[in-house]
Every structure is written in structure tokens, then in C-alpha cells.
């Protein structure tokens, strides 16, 4: 999984499709990354942070019982274990220190489910910045608890009312009001997507995930590489990164979306939030609303590179069910004391499923990377228990 | 191709006007926001507009403000989409040239030759792509050419110099200023960078200048055209619609649009 260039190109996919007025911005953002990548010193502070502060490297734990009866080998790469309960501190510990080199104060980001910006709230805290977080009215009903934990490190959380009140509309709003603060603040992304260098430079800070389960992997199984490699997508910056550590290799990459929201099952070719890529849109071109359970999920667009490793057969992406989740969630949570996120279920969902139909071969490796975790989502399961 | 073409010419249209000495006026109408939308073009083009905007809609505005994210989500819910929405306005006949104002989505969704020719044969013969800057213009430029529809480049405060003489360079009809780092929308004034932004597009380019985006009243207008050859108004117009003034009545605005400048600039 390459360099994009400096147009940001996954073969058709990416680019920058952003306002002129926000085209300096992004291209100051490229640079600086570029530079920051390329410097030891960058990468030895960013490290340290990963590891004394978000408690990387995170653990690969055997789902001992699942496994058995399941009759493959289940790895689960613990992405929940890391601090504020994601992968997606990894990126956010990166983004964050980019700002600071720039000499930003603020960060800007959106969220859907919130785990996103519970994390830039949590690195502003850490780094002395200030954060403002866009966030559908919708989710914010439904992820309360979140919108509690970011105002409580310190962020202002802005609910978003326009559209469909979900994590598309925080995106664009988000945009909207980077362009009236450019010069102080930067734009903390949430995941593989939005303008060059967004979706290149997540991936990179999510990578972490894929090299550190593909050094776990090569001590935990006799073939060192698993025969497949999974993750849920939802923009799809948890699977971008954990692909990454394998691109190389021969696993088959399965990336895991929503029925509701899938940008590539059922998704067509569209240039929303600043790339080209696929996205859920009905037949005039209008972007539809995701549904899914998992707040994190129902997000109608993708990233671009998955895009691109869909055409081009590297990976395969596959859809569950909302109640394949719920059930998902159970079964983890009984068989191995890991309450997943509702996000994180839709690729243990797959998993099940493909073993039990017999898509798996018997004893194959399968290495999931288990996102989150599910605290978060208690409330939303508690609503389906009663 | 050329057989189907329709409607007024956008560029020199608004060069011989501007050449008279007229300050140009460019009212945005986002198409399909109420069962009569046309009638508002009618009353724009009867008072005093120079080109007309028509905005169409899309479920993702990233560039607009509260108010024409309203009059867009208002139009999709009424059904509005670009066939039919092309399809109405082909029985519009105008003087006025218009310019259609979308993202790049629709654009590029059934081909940017056959979207290109469809709005040509709508009589729109002009074309604002604000998510769709320099860098990412590639084949849009040539299908729109070949379809004589002027693809009209925004510049904005924050381009630097280079950038600002490409786009002089490569826009055609006339250049859109953006005249503040911000969405669409009314603002109580007009920004500083305004005028500074229209009078360094002025030095390197005699296309047309006109300057947008937060310009609401013919005091507004005015400052604006100061250093620009006119100015835009859209959301203080779809501000009116929505709170459900008539043609007649958005006509009045716009003739008092139109006045203004007249009188500032004989
Ligand atoms: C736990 C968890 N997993 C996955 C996602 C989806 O994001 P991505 O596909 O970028 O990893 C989210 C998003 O909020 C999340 O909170």
C-alpha cells in the first residue's frame, strides 16, 4: 500500500476535491506530514506517546473458546484495550502532534459514534490544545455517554442539525467551519478519508495495527501469516491500517460493512467530503442516509484506497446484518469475557458466519482486528434487550 | 453538438456590460426550492439581473451556509433532481444568461460530456463547480468547452499568487471571488478581504470579476463592486423565498440590488 503521490491517488480513487479556499490548508497539512514521516524525531515522540500514554503495543489474545468452536484459529488483534477504548487514538496521537509542529492551537473534528472525538478531546487534554467537535444530533442521542466524555476532557461538542443529523452531515459541517479558522486550527480527521493527504496520512498512523499484529502473528502461528485478515470498515481507517501490516503478504483481506450503509456492496462512484470514491447514493446522485447499528458504521461513503483495493481484487468487502451484530456481541461476550463495540462485531459477525457456513476452511488463522470496545454501546443494548 | 445549444452566451454577455460601464448583478436561485421556482428567474431577469445562478441542489452542500443548505434540502425533499430540474428550464426562455451552480458529484455522475451537453441544451451556458478546484479540473475544462459552456473558476482569499493567475488564466464566462473564508451566507458586513482579493484578480485579468458570497444588501453590493466588476447575492434572496416572499416581492429586493449599483456607479 503505496505512497499516493502528490495528487493522492488509489488508482481512480482520492484526490482533493475541497473548496479553493481550503486548498492551501490541505497542502500545508501534505507538507508537514511529509516532512514529520520523514523525521526520526517525529517518529521517536509519537512512539513513546503510543506507548507510555495509549498502551501500545495492544495485545493479541487467542479467542481460546470461540475458536474451538468455531474450528479455526481466531486472533483477536485488542484495539479496545488501547486508552479511550479504540484504534482510533492511534491516529488522533498523531494528527494531534502534526498540529502541534504546525503551531495550531486548535483541532477541529467530527464524530459518529464519538470515538473519534473522544480521542482528539483526549489529545487536545494531552497536548494543550483546544478541540471543537461537530456530531449529529441523531448520534448525539444515541452516544450520549460520549458526548459527556469529550465535555468533561475539555472539548466543545457542536451538535450538527442539518440533513440527516448522523456522522455526513458532521463531516460537512466540520469542512464548513474549518474554512473560517484555517490559520489557528487544524483538522483532525477521523479516518481514510476526505482530501490529500487525509486518507494516506491515517492510514500511516493506523498502520501501527497491521506491523505490530503481523510481528505477533509470526510468533503466535506456525505459518506466521494468518490465511486471513479482518476488520470492520466504516470509513474504514481500522481495516486501512491492519491491511496495511499484510498488504504484502498472501492473506486475504476481508474488510466488514454495514448492511445498511455499505459504500461498496451497493455503493456507486461519488466525490463527497474531499475524494472520489464509492458511496451509497440513490438514483438522482443524492447521498443516501447509512443505517446501522453501530453508530461508527453508518456512514453511506468509504475511503478511497478501499475503493481501490476493491477494484482491483486485494481485498474483499462483505456486508452483516444489524441482528448478525447483536448476536456477534453475545457470543464474544460469553465465550471469551470481550464485549466488543457494535462496530468492531460486524467483523467477529463475519467471521461466525463464514466458519459456520463453511466459507472457512477447517483450521484456517484468521487475525480480526477487534477496534473497540463496547462500553459505549451499552445503552443501545440495553434499548434491544428490552 | 452545437445544434443544441440554447440560451444567452455567459462570457460576452457580461463583458460587453461590464465594457458599458454597468455593474454586473448575479442572483443565486437554488432550483426546485418551491413549486414556482422559474417565476423567480422571470422576476431576477425583469429587474435588473445580468446572469442568473441556479443552484442544484445536492444532499451534501459542503460549501454553503445554513441558508442554502435549507432552500437544498427543502428542494430534494420536494423531488427536485437535475433531469427534471433541466427539463423545466428549457421552457424558460430568458435573456439573461444563466450558470448553473453545483458539486462536482453531479457533475461527474452520468459523464461530464453528456452533463455538459444537457446543461447547454437547457440554455444554461455557464458552470461554478465549487468543490472542484484547479488541480482537479482535468477533462471538466474540455467538456465543458466543447459544449460551449463557459466553466466559470472561483478564487478565493487564501490562493496564492500562482495559483490566482492560473485561474484567471483558465476561467472562463467570468471568475468568481470568493469574498471570505467562510460557507455561503448573509453576514452583517462585508469582509476586508474582499476587495483585496478583486483588486489583485483585477491586475491580472480582464475577464470579468465578480465577487461573492456573504453579500446581502445594496449597501453590501456596492462595496463590493468597488474593486470587482459586480457581485453575487444568494443567500439574503433565498432567505426571503424560504420565509415565502413572492416573485414580485424578490424582484423588489432585486431591483433595489440594481438601483444601488446604478447610482453608486453611473
Ligand atoms: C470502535 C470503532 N470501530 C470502527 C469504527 C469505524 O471507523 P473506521 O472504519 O475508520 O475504523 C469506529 C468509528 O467510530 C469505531 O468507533
Given amino acids: 500500500m503505496p505512497d499516493p503521490g502528490s495528487a493522492g491517488r488509489f488508482g481512480e480513487y482520492g484526490g482533493r476535491f475541497v473548496p479553493e479556499s481550503l486548498i492551501p490548508a490541505c497542502a500545508e497539512v501534505e507538507e508537514a506530514f511529509r516532512q514529520a514521516w520523514a523525521d526520526a524525531g517525529f517518529r521517536r515522540d509519537l512512539n513513546r506517546l503510543l506507548s507510555v500514554y495509549a498502551g501500545r503495543p495492544t495485545a493479541l489474545t487467542p479467542a481460546w473458546r470461540l475458536s474451538a468452536e468455531l474450528g479455526v484459529t481466531l486472533l483477536l488483534k485488542r484495539e479496545d484495550l488501547a486508552h479511550t477504548g479504540s484504534h482510533k487514538i492511534n491516529n488522533v496521537l498523531g494528527q494531534a502532534l502534526l498540529a502541534k509542529r504546525m503551531g495550531r492551537t486548535r483541532l477541529i473534528a467530527e464524530t459518529g459514534a464519538g470515538q473519534h472525538g473522544v480521542a482528539t478531546a483526549t ?28 465535555r468533561v476532557l475539555g472539548a466543545e461538542a457542536v451538535p450538527v442539525t442539518s440533513g440527516s443529523r448522523t456522522l455526513k452531515d458532521a463531516t460537512s459541517e466540520a469542512m464548513r467551519y474549518w474554512v473560517t479558522c484555517v490559520d489557528e486550527a487544524y483538522y483532525c480527521l477521523g479516518s481514510v478519508m476526505g482530501p490529500h493527504p487525509y486518507p494516506w496520512m491515517v492510514r500511516e498512523f493506523q498502520r501501527v495495527i497491521g506491523d505490530e499484529a503481523r510481528a505477533q502473528c509470526a510468533a503466535e502461528l506456525p505459518a506466521a501469516i494468518p490465511d486471513y485478515v479482518v476488520a470492520c470498515v ?32 451497493d455503493g456507486r462512484v461519488a466525490v463527497m467530503h474531499g475524494h472520489r470514491s464509492y458511496a451509497v447514493q440513490d438514483e438522482h446522485g443524492q447521498i443516501l442516509e447509512a443505517e446501522s447499528i453501530a453508530a461508527g458504521l453508518d456512514y453511506p461513503g468509504v475511503g478511497p484506497e478501499h475503493a481501490h483495493l476493491h477494484d482491483i481484487g486485494r481485498a474483499r468487502y462483505v456486508t452483516v446484518t444489524d441482528d448478525e451484530v447483536l448476536a456477534a456481541v453475545r457470543r464474544l461476550a460469553r465465550s471469551e469475557g470481550i464485549l466488543p463495540a457494535l462496530e468492531s462485531a460486524h467483523a467477529v459477525a463475519w467471521v461466525i458466519r463464514a466458519a459456520e457456513g463453511g466459507e472457512l476452511p477447517q483450521h484456517a488463522t484468521v487475525l480480526l482486528t477487534l477496534s473497540g470496545r463496547g462500553d459505549k454501546d451499552t445503552a443501545t443494548l440495553l434499548e434491544v434487550a428490552r | 453538438m452545437t445544434a443544441t445549444i440554447a440560451g444567452t452566451a455567459l462570457g460576452p454577455h457580461l463583458r460587453r456590460r461590464r465594457d458599458a460601464g454597468r455593474k454586473l448583478l448575479a442572483p443565486y436561485l437554488t432550483a426546485g426550492v418551491c413549486e414556482n421556482w422559474t417565476d423567480y428567474l422571470r422576476a431576477y431577469a425583469d429587474n435588473g439581473a445580468d446572469a442568473i445562478e441556479i443552484g442544484l441542489p445536492f444532499s451534501e452542500p459542503v460549501v454553503d451556509g445554513p441558508t442554502v443548505q435549507e432552500a437544498s434540502h427543502q428542494a430534494l425533499r420536494r423531488g427536485a433532481n437535475v433531469r427534471d430540474i433541466l427539463a423545466e428550464l428549457r421552457r424558460v426562455r430568458l435573456d439573461v444568461p444563466l450558470a448553473a451552480m453545483t458539486y462536482y458529484h453531479l457533475v461527474q455522475r452520468d459523464g461530464l ?14 458552470l461554478i463547480v465549487p468543490d472542484l478546484p484547479l488541480d482537479e ?17 472561483v478564487a478565493a482569499p487564501s490562493s496564492t499568487p500562482a495559483r490566482l493567475r492560473d485561474i484567471a488564466q483558465r476561467s ?6 470568493v469574498s471570505v473564508m467562510a460557507p455561503t451566507g448573509v453576514r452583517a458586513e462585508l469582509a476586508d478581504t474582499a476587495g483585496q482579493l478583486a483588486a489583485r484578480l483585477k491586475q491580472s485579468t480582464d475577464l470579468p470579476v465578480v465577487l461573492g458570497f456573504g453579500i446581502a444588501t445594496p449597501d453590501h453590493a456596492v462595496a463590493g463592486a468597488r474593486d470587482a466588476d459586480g457581485v453575487a447575492v444568494g443567500s439574503a434572496l433565498m432567505r426571503a423565498i424560504l420565509d415565502g416572499d413572492t416573485p414580485a416581492q424578490v424582484g423588489a429586493r432585486v431591483a433595489a440590488l440594481r438601483d444601488a449599483l446604478d447610482r453608486a456607479y453611473p
Avoid: W
Wanted: with cysteine; aromatic share 6%; proline share 1%.
Fill in chain 2, 113 to 126: 460530456g453528456p452533463f455538459c451537453a444537457n446543461l447547454a441544451e437547457a440554455g444554461v451556458r455557464g
Fill in chain 1, 234 to 265: 466504516g470509513g474504514g481507517s481500522n481495516a486501512a491500517g491492519t491491511f496495511a501490516g499484510f498488504a504484502d503478504t498472501k492473506a486475504q483481506l476481508v474488510g466488514v460493512e454495514a448492511a445498511g450503509g455499505a459504500a461498496i456492496a
Fill in chain 1, 123 to 150: 489529545a487536545a487534554a494531552l497536548l494543550g490544545l483546544s478541540a471543537t467537535v461537530f456530531m449529529g444530533e441523531k448520534d448525539m442521542a444515541r452516544q450520549e455517554l460520549n458526548v459527556h466524555r469529550m
Fill in chain 2, 137 to 153: 479540473l482535468g477533462a471538466l475544462e474540455h467538456a465543458a468547452e466543447a459544449a460551449e459552456v463557459d466553466l466559470v473558476l
Fill in chain 2, 172 to 177: 472562463r464566462g467570468f471568475i468568481y471571488a
